[in-house]
Protein backbone atom coordinates (compact mmCIF):
# COMPACT_ATOMS: atom_id res chain seq x y z
CA UNK A 1 0.00 0.00 0.00
CA UNK A 2 0.93 3.43 -0.68
CA UNK A 3 -0.67 5.47 1.70
CA UNK A 4 -2.43 7.55 -1.01
CA UNK A 5 -5.27 9.35 0.00
CA UNK A 6 -8.07 8.90 -2.61
CA UNK A 7 -8.45 12.78 -3.23
CA UNK A 8 -4.74 12.54 -4.18
CA UNK A 9 -5.46 9.54 -6.68
CA UNK A 10 -8.05 11.39 -8.28
CA UNK A 11 -5.92 14.25 -8.47
CA UNK A 12 -3.49 12.12 -9.65
CA UNK A 13 -5.30 10.50 -12.55
CA UNK A 14 -5.35 14.23 -14.21
CA UNK A 15 -1.85 14.71 -13.98
CA UNK A 16 -1.14 11.84 -16.06
CA UNK A 17 -3.24 13.81 -18.72
CA UNK A 18 -1.09 16.81 -18.05
CA UNK A 19 1.68 14.83 -19.30
CA UNK A 20 0.79 13.79 -22.67
CA UNK A 21 -0.43 17.16 -22.86
CA UNK A 22 1.17 18.99 -26.20
CA UNK A 23 1.50 15.63 -28.28
CA UNK A 24 -0.21 14.95 -31.61
CA UNK A 25 -3.88 13.10 -31.20
CA UNK A 26 -3.78 9.19 -31.12
CA UNK A 27 -4.94 8.46 -34.37
CA UNK A 28 -1.31 10.87 -35.57
CA UNK A 29 0.66 8.58 -33.88
CA UNK A 30 2.81 6.42 -36.16
CA UNK A 31 4.50 4.14 -33.88
CA UNK A 32 2.75 1.03 -35.24
CA UNK A 33 4.11 1.29 -38.45
CA UNK A 34 6.16 -1.23 -39.78
CA UNK A 35 9.82 0.99 -40.85
CA UNK A 36 9.66 2.30 -37.17
CA UNK A 37 10.31 0.01 -34.54
CA UNK A 38 10.65 0.63 -30.83
CA UNK A 39 14.06 1.49 -29.54
CA UNK A 40 16.54 -1.35 -28.24
CA UNK A 41 18.87 -0.34 -25.23
CA UNK A 42 21.60 -2.48 -26.50
CA UNK A 43 21.67 -0.47 -29.60
CA UNK A 44 21.66 2.69 -27.74
CA UNK A 45 24.25 1.08 -25.56
CA UNK A 46 26.41 -0.08 -29.08
CA UNK A 47 25.83 3.68 -30.40
CA UNK A 48 27.57 5.27 -28.15
CA UNK A 49 30.38 3.25 -27.49
CA UNK A 50 30.93 3.17 -31.48
CA UNK A 51 29.88 6.47 -32.38
CA UNK A 52 28.90 6.88 -35.73
CA UNK A 53 28.44 4.02 -38.23
CA UNK A 54 26.86 4.05 -41.66
CA UNK A 55 22.83 2.65 -41.86
CA UNK A 56 19.59 4.65 -43.01
CA UNK A 57 17.33 7.61 -41.28
CA UNK A 58 13.67 7.54 -41.22
CA UNK A 59 11.82 11.19 -41.28
CA UNK A 60 8.33 11.49 -40.53
CA UNK A 61 6.90 15.38 -40.89
CA UNK A 62 3.67 14.76 -38.67
CA UNK A 63 2.31 18.05 -38.71
CA UNK A 64 2.89 21.72 -37.43
CA UNK A 65 1.13 24.51 -35.33
CA UNK A 66 1.45 28.01 -34.39
CA UNK A 67 2.72 29.30 -37.83
CA UNK A 68 1.78 33.31 -37.46
CA UNK A 69 -0.13 32.99 -40.88
CA UNK A 70 -2.40 31.05 -43.20
CA UNK A 71 -0.61 29.93 -45.98
CA UNK A 72 -0.72 27.19 -48.08
CA UNK A 73 1.93 24.63 -46.56
CA UNK A 74 4.69 22.12 -47.75
CA UNK A 75 7.81 21.00 -45.85
CA UNK A 76 11.22 20.50 -47.45
CA UNK A 77 13.45 17.52 -45.85
CA UNK A 78 17.02 17.79 -46.73
CA UNK A 79 19.83 15.13 -45.59
CA UNK A 80 23.27 15.85 -46.87
CA UNK A 81 22.50 16.12 -50.95
CA UNK A 82 19.35 14.33 -50.96
CA UNK A 83 15.80 16.49 -50.40
CA UNK A 84 12.61 15.18 -50.00
CA UNK A 85 9.27 17.61 -49.93
CA UNK A 86 5.92 16.70 -48.55
CA UNK A 87 2.63 17.60 -50.21
CA UNK A 88 1.02 21.23 -49.99
CA UNK A 89 -1.64 21.73 -47.66
CA UNK A 90 -3.93 24.16 -48.48
CA UNK A 91 -4.88 27.62 -46.55
CA UNK A 92 -7.26 27.26 -43.88
CA UNK A 93 -6.94 23.10 -43.67
CA UNK A 94 -5.20 21.73 -40.43
CA UNK A 95 -1.38 21.09 -40.82
CA UNK A 96 -1.23 17.51 -40.86
CA UNK A 97 0.89 15.22 -43.34
CA UNK A 98 2.06 12.24 -41.36
CA UNK A 99 4.48 11.89 -44.44
CA UNK A 100 8.06 9.66 -43.86
CA UNK A 101 10.89 10.04 -45.79
CA UNK A 102 14.27 7.52 -45.97
CA UNK A 103 17.64 8.51 -46.36
CA UNK A 104 20.98 6.57 -46.72
CA UNK A 105 23.28 7.35 -44.31
CA UNK A 106 26.79 7.33 -44.90
CA UNK A 107 28.55 10.80 -43.18
CA UNK A 108 28.09 12.73 -40.20
CA UNK A 109 24.79 15.38 -41.23
CA UNK A 110 22.11 17.68 -40.17
CA UNK A 111 18.38 16.49 -40.86
CA UNK A 112 17.02 19.99 -42.24
CA UNK A 113 13.15 20.36 -42.44
CA UNK A 114 12.24 23.70 -44.05
CA UNK A 115 8.43 24.77 -43.95
CA UNK A 116 7.64 27.13 -47.31
CA UNK A 117 4.31 28.70 -48.41
CA UNK A 118 3.53 27.78 -52.06
CA UNK A 119 2.61 30.44 -54.20
CA UNK A 120 -0.60 30.37 -56.43
CA UNK A 121 1.82 31.89 -59.08
CA UNK A 122 3.55 29.60 -61.43
CA UNK A 123 6.47 31.60 -62.01
CA UNK A 124 7.12 32.85 -58.18
CA UNK A 125 9.27 30.81 -55.64
CA UNK A 126 7.90 29.30 -52.46
CA UNK A 127 8.81 31.61 -49.85
CA UNK A 128 10.22 30.17 -46.50
CA UNK A 129 8.21 30.17 -42.89
CA UNK A 130 11.11 28.86 -40.80
CA UNK A 131 12.72 26.17 -40.37
CA UNK A 132 14.87 23.40 -37.62
CA UNK A 133 18.11 21.69 -37.60
CA UNK A 134 18.13 18.12 -36.49
CA UNK A 135 21.69 17.15 -35.12
CA UNK A 136 22.05 12.73 -36.52
CA UNK A 137 24.85 12.63 -33.04
CA UNK A 138 21.61 13.49 -31.46
CA UNK A 139 19.40 10.21 -32.37
CA UNK A 140 20.70 7.21 -30.49
CA UNK A 141 21.36 4.13 -32.84
CA UNK A 142 17.20 2.58 -33.46
CA UNK A 143 15.74 4.51 -30.95
CA UNK A 144 12.24 6.81 -31.69
CA UNK A 145 12.75 10.36 -31.07
CA UNK A 146 9.33 12.35 -31.19
CA UNK A 147 9.03 15.91 -30.66
CA UNK A 148 8.16 19.47 -31.43
CA UNK A 149 10.84 21.54 -33.11
CA UNK A 150 10.68 25.16 -33.44
CA UNK A 151 10.82 26.41 -36.60
CA UNK A 152 12.72 28.91 -36.81
CA UNK A 153 13.03 32.60 -39.48
CA UNK A 154 16.49 34.19 -39.38
CA UNK A 155 16.80 37.35 -37.50
CA UNK A 156 12.53 37.08 -36.42
CA UNK A 157 12.72 34.22 -34.17
CA UNK A 158 10.02 31.61 -34.20
CA UNK A 159 7.34 30.87 -36.42
CA UNK A 160 5.50 28.03 -34.70
CA UNK A 161 6.50 24.08 -34.80
CA UNK A 162 6.70 21.08 -36.16
CA UNK A 163 6.36 17.65 -34.93
CA UNK A 164 8.87 15.13 -36.34
CA UNK A 165 9.39 11.35 -35.10
CA UNK A 166 13.37 10.12 -36.53
CA UNK A 167 15.03 6.88 -36.36
CA UNK A 168 18.56 6.25 -37.21
CA UNK A 169 19.29 2.46 -37.65
CA UNK A 170 23.32 1.67 -38.25
CA UNK A 171 24.44 -1.35 -39.71
CA UNK A 172 26.31 -3.11 -37.16
CA UNK A 173 26.54 -6.13 -38.98
CA UNK A 174 29.80 -4.18 -40.92
CA UNK A 175 31.32 -3.71 -37.66
CA UNK A 176 34.70 -5.18 -37.04
CA UNK A 177 34.24 -6.05 -33.60
CA UNK A 178 30.90 -7.62 -34.46
CA UNK A 179 31.98 -10.23 -37.13
CA UNK A 180 35.05 -11.11 -34.24
CA UNK A 181 32.71 -11.91 -31.65
CA UNK A 182 29.74 -13.68 -34.23
CA UNK A 183 32.87 -15.79 -35.60
CA UNK A 184 34.66 -16.55 -32.02
CA UNK A 185 31.74 -16.57 -29.39
CA UNK A 186 32.82 -19.73 -28.26
CA UNK A 187 36.09 -18.98 -27.94
CA UNK A 188 36.05 -15.69 -26.63
CA UNK A 189 33.03 -16.52 -23.78
CA UNK A 190 35.65 -19.73 -22.78
CA UNK A 191 37.72 -16.91 -22.20
CA UNK A 192 36.14 -14.72 -20.39
CA UNK A 193 34.56 -17.01 -17.80
CA UNK A 194 37.58 -18.50 -17.28
CA UNK A 195 39.29 -18.84 -13.67
CA UNK A 196 37.05 -16.25 -11.16
CA UNK A 197 36.45 -14.10 -14.06
CA UNK A 198 39.86 -12.13 -13.64
CA UNK A 199 40.21 -10.97 -18.16
CA UNK A 200 36.86 -9.41 -17.75
CA UNK A 201 37.36 -7.94 -14.50
CA UNK A 202 40.56 -6.39 -15.43
CA UNK A 203 39.01 -4.75 -18.43
CA UNK A 204 36.39 -3.45 -16.08
CA UNK A 205 38.73 -1.95 -13.78
CA UNK A 206 40.82 -0.62 -16.78
CA UNK A 207 37.83 1.25 -18.82
CA UNK A 208 35.18 2.39 -16.19
CA UNK A 209 32.90 3.49 -18.66
CA UNK A 210 29.05 3.09 -18.52
CA UNK A 211 28.64 1.33 -21.75
CA UNK A 212 30.62 -1.18 -20.77
CA UNK A 213 29.30 -1.83 -16.73
CA UNK A 214 26.05 -2.55 -18.88
CA UNK A 215 27.36 -4.35 -21.64
CA UNK A 216 28.76 -6.95 -19.22
CA UNK A 217 26.44 -7.16 -16.85
CA UNK A 218 23.61 -7.84 -19.60
CA UNK A 219 25.77 -10.65 -21.39
CA UNK A 220 26.71 -12.42 -18.39
CA UNK A 221 23.05 -12.55 -17.09
CA UNK A 222 21.88 -13.63 -20.12
CA UNK A 223 24.43 -16.91 -19.42
CA UNK A 224 23.01 -16.92 -15.25
CA UNK A 225 26.86 -15.65 -14.54
CA UNK A 226 25.29 -12.05 -12.94
CA UNK A 227 25.68 -12.71 -9.74
CA UNK A 228 29.72 -13.87 -9.93
CA UNK A 229 31.09 -11.23 -12.16
CA UNK A 230 29.12 -8.80 -9.26
CA UNK A 231 30.49 -10.30 -6.71
CA UNK A 232 34.16 -10.93 -8.76
CA UNK A 233 33.60 -7.12 -9.33
CA UNK A 234 32.80 -5.98 -5.39
CA UNK A 235 35.54 -8.70 -4.47
CA UNK A 236 38.42 -6.03 -5.94
CA UNK A 237 36.29 -2.52 -4.84
CA UNK A 238 36.77 -3.99 -1.19
CA UNK A 239 40.40 -4.98 -1.41
CA UNK A 240 41.03 -1.16 -2.76
CA UNK A 241 38.31 0.37 -0.29
CA UNK A 242 41.02 2.24 2.82
CA UNK A 243 38.86 2.71 5.54
CA UNK A 244 35.12 1.42 6.27
CA UNK A 245 33.93 5.57 6.21
CA UNK A 246 34.45 5.25 2.23
CA UNK A 247 32.63 2.16 1.36
CA UNK A 248 30.86 1.61 -1.44
CA UNK A 249 31.33 5.78 -1.63
CA UNK A 250 32.99 5.90 -5.12
CA UNK A 251 31.15 5.32 -8.15
CA UNK A 252 33.80 2.63 -9.55
CA UNK A 253 33.09 -0.22 -11.93
CA UNK A 254 31.68 -2.25 -8.98
CA UNK A 255 29.27 0.00 -8.03
CA UNK A 256 28.19 0.92 -11.47
CA UNK A 257 27.55 -2.33 -12.59
CA UNK A 258 25.60 -3.02 -9.51
CA UNK A 259 23.73 -0.08 -10.27
CA UNK A 260 22.92 -1.17 -13.83
CA UNK A 261 22.13 -4.62 -12.82
CA UNK A 262 19.66 -3.42 -10.26
CA UNK A 263 17.72 -1.03 -12.97
CA UNK A 264 17.77 -4.39 -15.11
CA UNK A 265 16.12 -6.68 -13.15
CA UNK A 266 13.99 -4.93 -10.17
CA UNK A 267 11.87 -1.89 -12.01
CA UNK A 268 8.95 -3.82 -11.32
CA UNK A 269 9.67 -3.17 -7.52
CA UNK A 270 10.58 0.40 -7.92
CA UNK A 271 7.63 1.01 -9.38
CA UNK A 272 5.24 -0.93 -7.10
CA UNK A 273 7.44 0.73 -3.84
CA UNK A 274 7.71 4.20 -4.97
CA UNK A 275 5.73 5.10 -8.08
CA UNK A 276 2.83 5.95 -7.65
CA UNK A 277 4.10 8.52 -4.47
CA UNK A 278 6.40 9.94 -6.28
CA UNK A 279 4.42 10.83 -9.53
CA UNK A 280 1.76 12.54 -6.72
CA UNK A 281 4.87 14.71 -5.35
CA UNK A 282 5.42 16.16 -8.64
CA UNK A 283 1.91 16.98 -9.00
CA UNK A 284 1.50 18.15 -5.63
CA UNK A 285 4.93 19.95 -4.78
CA UNK A 286 3.90 22.29 -2.48
CA UNK A 287 4.80 22.27 1.28
CA UNK A 288 7.93 20.46 1.68
CA UNK A 289 10.22 23.64 1.78
CA UNK A 290 12.17 23.34 5.23
CA UNK A 291 15.00 25.93 4.34
CA UNK A 292 14.14 29.45 5.58
CA UNK A 293 16.34 31.25 2.49
CA UNK A 294 14.82 29.41 -0.11
CA UNK A 295 10.95 30.53 1.27
CA UNK A 296 9.24 33.94 0.82
CA UNK A 297 8.69 35.89 3.72
CA UNK A 298 4.85 35.37 4.15
CA UNK A 299 5.44 31.10 3.66
CA UNK A 300 7.76 31.08 6.94
CA UNK A 301 4.34 30.86 9.52
CA UNK A 302 4.40 27.65 7.74
CA UNK A 303 7.82 26.17 8.27
CA UNK A 304 7.01 23.59 11.28
CA UNK A 305 3.94 22.37 9.18
CA UNK A 306 6.42 21.78 6.00
CA UNK A 307 8.68 20.03 8.32
CA UNK A 308 6.42 17.99 9.65
CA UNK A 309 5.07 17.28 6.14
CA UNK A 310 8.36 16.26 5.17
CA UNK A 311 9.11 13.82 7.39
CA UNK A 312 5.47 12.62 6.99
CA UNK A 313 5.94 11.79 3.12
CA UNK A 314 9.26 10.33 3.74
CA UNK A 315 7.84 7.71 6.29
CA UNK A 316 5.22 7.00 3.99
CA UNK A 317 7.65 6.14 1.03
CA UNK A 318 10.02 4.09 3.69
CA UNK A 319 7.01 1.85 4.57
CA UNK A 320 5.96 1.49 1.30
CA UNK A 321 9.35 0.08 0.17
CA UNK A 322 9.35 -2.23 3.83
CA UNK A 323 6.16 -3.59 2.60
CA UNK A 324 7.03 -4.21 -0.70
CA UNK A 325 9.86 -6.83 0.49
CA UNK A 326 8.05 -9.74 -1.61
CA UNK A 327 8.44 -7.42 -4.75
CA UNK A 328 12.15 -7.51 -4.74
CA UNK A 329 13.56 -9.89 -7.43
CA UNK A 330 15.44 -12.72 -5.30
CA UNK A 331 18.40 -12.65 -7.20
CA UNK A 332 18.81 -9.33 -5.98
CA UNK A 333 18.11 -10.69 -2.21
CA UNK A 334 20.73 -13.16 -3.39
CA UNK A 335 23.34 -10.64 -4.35
CA UNK A 336 22.48 -8.75 -0.92
CA UNK A 337 23.03 -11.95 1.05
CA UNK A 338 26.49 -12.66 -1.05
CA UNK A 339 27.74 -9.08 -0.71
CA UNK A 340 26.88 -8.75 3.20
CA UNK A 341 29.29 -11.80 3.83
CA UNK A 342 31.65 -10.16 1.64
CA UNK A 343 31.86 -6.75 3.49
CA UNK A 344 31.85 -8.62 6.97
CA UNK A 345 35.10 -10.40 6.33
CA UNK A 346 36.88 -7.12 5.85
CA UNK A 347 34.71 -4.62 7.79
CA UNK A 348 33.04 -6.90 10.35
CA UNK A 349 30.34 -4.07 11.74
CA UNK A 350 29.22 -2.29 8.55
CA UNK A 351 27.62 -5.12 6.76
CA UNK A 352 24.22 -3.70 6.72
CA UNK A 353 25.69 0.26 6.26
CA UNK A 354 27.06 -1.52 3.01
CA UNK A 355 23.29 -3.04 1.96
CA UNK A 356 22.19 0.19 2.57
CA UNK A 357 24.77 1.83 0.49
CA UNK A 358 23.92 -0.26 -2.38
CA UNK A 359 20.16 -0.74 -2.25
CA UNK A 360 19.32 2.85 -1.32
CA UNK A 361 22.17 5.29 -2.48
CA UNK A 362 22.76 3.15 -5.74
CA UNK A 363 19.38 2.34 -6.23
CA UNK A 364 16.10 3.77 -4.37
CA UNK A 365 17.82 7.58 -4.37
CA UNK A 366 18.27 7.92 -7.94
CA UNK A 367 14.54 7.33 -8.48
CA UNK A 368 13.38 10.15 -6.44
CA UNK A 369 16.34 12.72 -8.20
CA UNK A 370 15.71 11.40 -11.48
CA UNK A 371 12.74 9.38 -12.22
CA UNK A 372 12.63 9.62 -16.09
CA UNK A 373 15.34 7.32 -15.79
CA UNK A 374 13.12 4.52 -14.05
CA UNK A 375 10.48 4.87 -16.57
CA UNK A 376 7.79 6.55 -13.65
CA UNK A 377 7.55 9.82 -15.63
CA UNK A 378 8.42 10.28 -19.35
CA UNK A 379 10.64 13.13 -19.30
CA UNK A 380 13.04 15.21 -16.64
CA UNK A 381 10.86 17.04 -14.02
CA UNK A 382 10.96 20.28 -15.37
CA UNK A 383 8.79 21.84 -11.86
CA UNK A 384 11.39 23.30 -9.63
CA UNK A 385 9.18 23.08 -6.88
CA UNK A 386 9.06 19.59 -7.36
CA UNK A 387 12.64 19.02 -8.17
CA UNK A 388 13.28 20.39 -4.94
CA UNK A 389 10.96 18.04 -2.88
CA UNK A 390 11.96 15.20 -4.05
CA UNK A 391 15.45 15.67 -3.88
CA UNK A 392 14.35 16.85 0.32
CA UNK A 393 12.92 13.62 0.44
CA UNK A 394 16.29 11.91 -1.11
CA UNK A 395 18.46 13.62 1.50
CA UNK A 396 16.51 12.47 4.28
CA UNK A 397 15.97 8.66 3.44
CA UNK A 398 19.79 9.30 2.55
CA UNK A 399 21.58 10.74 5.58
CA UNK A 400 19.16 7.52 7.35
CA UNK A 401 20.50 5.04 5.25
CA UNK A 402 23.98 6.42 6.15
CA UNK A 403 23.37 5.79 9.87
CA UNK A 404 23.60 9.61 10.32
CA UNK A 405 22.01 10.61 13.76
CA UNK A 406 22.15 14.45 12.98
CA UNK A 407 21.35 16.53 9.80
CA UNK A 408 24.47 18.81 8.70
CA UNK A 409 21.85 21.63 6.93
CA UNK A 410 20.84 23.82 10.25
CA UNK A 411 17.71 23.65 8.54
CA UNK A 412 17.36 20.05 8.92
CA UNK A 413 18.22 19.93 12.31
CA UNK A 414 14.84 20.08 13.76
CA UNK A 415 14.11 16.63 11.97
CA UNK A 416 16.86 15.08 13.75
CA UNK A 417 14.24 13.06 15.39
CA UNK A 418 13.07 11.20 12.16
CA UNK A 419 16.92 9.76 11.97
CA UNK A 420 16.55 8.27 15.26
CA UNK A 421 13.32 7.22 15.16
CA UNK A 422 13.38 5.40 12.01
CA UNK A 423 17.28 3.51 12.41
CA UNK A 424 16.13 0.37 14.06
CA UNK A 425 13.29 -0.50 11.63
CA UNK A 426 15.44 0.61 8.51
CA UNK A 427 18.14 -2.22 10.04
CA UNK A 428 15.94 -4.52 10.09
CA UNK A 429 14.67 -3.88 6.52
CA UNK A 430 18.13 -4.49 5.51
CA UNK A 431 18.26 -7.64 7.76
CA UNK A 432 15.44 -8.82 5.97
CA UNK A 433 16.42 -7.97 2.08
CA UNK A 434 19.91 -9.15 2.90
CA UNK A 435 18.11 -12.72 3.92
CA UNK A 436 17.26 -15.24 0.78
CA UNK A 437 13.58 -16.53 0.80
CA UNK A 438 12.90 -20.16 0.06
CA UNK A 439 10.45 -18.64 -2.92
CA UNK A 440 10.50 -14.80 -3.92
CA UNK A 441 10.15 -12.55 -6.78
CA UNK A 442 12.20 -13.96 -9.78
CA UNK A 443 13.69 -12.19 -12.65
CA UNK A 444 12.09 -12.58 -15.83
CA UNK A 445 14.55 -10.40 -18.04
CA UNK A 446 16.37 -12.79 -19.54
CA UNK A 447 13.79 -13.86 -21.95
CA UNK A 448 14.17 -10.59 -22.73
CA UNK A 449 17.45 -10.81 -23.85
CA UNK A 450 17.98 -11.87 -27.91
CA UNK A 451 20.90 -13.57 -29.13
CA UNK A 452 21.88 -10.32 -31.41
CA UNK A 453 21.46 -8.41 -28.09
CA UNK A 454 24.21 -10.83 -26.17
CA UNK A 455 26.14 -10.82 -29.43
CA UNK A 456 26.04 -6.90 -29.52
CA UNK A 457 27.39 -6.83 -25.93
CA UNK A 458 29.82 -9.69 -26.69
CA UNK A 459 31.49 -6.87 -30.03
CA UNK A 460 31.10 -4.24 -27.37
CA UNK A 461 33.68 -5.91 -24.62
CA UNK A 462 35.50 -7.17 -27.58
CA UNK A 463 36.21 -3.43 -28.58
CA UNK A 464 36.86 -2.61 -25.44
CA UNK A 465 39.48 -5.18 -24.96
CA UNK A 466 41.09 -4.45 -28.00
CA UNK A 467 41.88 -0.60 -26.99
CA UNK A 468 43.35 -1.53 -23.92
CA UNK A 469 45.26 -4.75 -25.66
CA UNK A 470 48.47 -2.74 -25.01
CA UNK A 471 48.36 -2.90 -21.25
CA UNK A 472 46.42 -5.54 -20.80
CA UNK A 473 49.02 -8.05 -20.08
CA UNK A 474 50.68 -5.92 -17.11
CA UNK A 475 47.34 -4.94 -15.76
CA UNK A 476 46.63 -8.70 -15.30
CA UNK A 477 49.43 -9.89 -13.54
CA UNK A 478 48.67 -6.54 -10.78
CA UNK A 479 44.89 -8.29 -10.10
CA UNK A 480 44.50 -9.80 -6.80
CA UNK A 481 43.57 -13.04 -7.79
CA UNK A 482 47.08 -13.32 -9.55
CA UNK A 483 48.47 -14.55 -6.53
CA UNK A 484 49.93 -18.49 -6.91
CA UNK A 485 52.04 -19.68 -10.50
CA UNK A 486 49.52 -22.14 -11.14
CA UNK A 487 46.78 -19.39 -12.00
CA UNK A 488 49.23 -17.30 -13.54
CA UNK A 489 49.93 -19.83 -16.09
CA UNK A 490 46.59 -20.42 -16.19
CA UNK A 491 45.31 -16.93 -16.65
CA UNK A 492 47.92 -15.35 -19.18
CA UNK A 493 47.39 -18.60 -21.21
CA UNK A 494 43.78 -17.56 -21.95
CA UNK A 495 44.73 -14.02 -23.00
CA UNK A 496 46.93 -14.94 -25.19
CA UNK A 497 44.07 -17.35 -27.03
CA UNK A 498 42.04 -14.52 -26.33
CA UNK A 499 44.55 -12.34 -27.96
CA UNK A 500 45.21 -14.38 -30.63
CA UNK A 501 41.60 -14.57 -31.81
CA UNK A 502 41.14 -10.81 -31.68
CA UNK A 503 44.21 -9.92 -33.55
CA UNK A 504 43.20 -12.03 -36.72
CA UNK A 505 42.42 -10.65 -39.80
CA UNK A 506 38.84 -10.57 -40.64
CA UNK A 507 36.85 -9.51 -43.71
CA UNK A 508 34.19 -6.78 -42.89
CA UNK A 509 33.55 -5.35 -45.72
CA UNK A 510 31.24 -7.84 -47.14
CA UNK A 511 29.71 -10.04 -44.48
CA UNK A 512 26.33 -10.42 -44.61
CA UNK A 513 26.17 -13.46 -47.18
CA UNK A 514 29.32 -14.98 -44.84
CA UNK A 515 27.22 -14.45 -41.07
CA UNK A 516 23.61 -15.37 -42.16
CA UNK A 517 23.09 -18.78 -41.52
CA UNK A 518 25.65 -19.28 -38.37
CA UNK A 519 23.89 -20.04 -34.90
CA UNK A 520 25.81 -17.51 -31.67
CA UNK A 521 24.23 -19.54 -29.35
Known sequence: STGLEPTLLAHHQDFFGFLMAGKPAKNHSILAKPSFHKHNTVDNLFASFYGFRAGRLLVEVVEARGVKKEVNFFCEVVFG????KTSTIP???KYHWAEEFSFE????ADVKITGFHASKKLMSKPKSIGS??????KLFD???????????VEDKGQNGEIFLRLQYNSEMERN???VVAKENKATIMKCLLHHDLVLVCVLCKSYE???LSKAVIRLFNSEGQALRILIQL????LKNTPNEDVLFRNDSIATKTTRNYFRMIGLDFVHHAMGQLIQTVIAFPQGYEVDPAKMKPEELKDLKTNQANLVHITTKFLDSIYSSLDRIPLNMRKYLNLLRQLVKQVFPQKELRAIGSILFLRFLVPALTAPQSYDIVQKEVADPTARRALTLIAKMIQNLANEIMEFKEECMSPMNHFLTDNLPKLRQFFENVSTVPETGCDDAKRADFTDNDRLKCLALIVGAISKNMSTFEKKLMEDPRMKDEKTVKSVIEQFYELKQVLEKPVDVLDVRGKLAGLNIR
Request: charged share 40%; no cysteine.
Open 234 to 237: MFRD
Open 105 to 108: VDSK
Open 142 to 152: GDIHDDWYPLM
Open 91 to 93: KGE
Open 132 to 137: TNVPLS
Open 81 to 84: NNKE
Open 176 to 178: RDY
Open 209 to 211: TEE
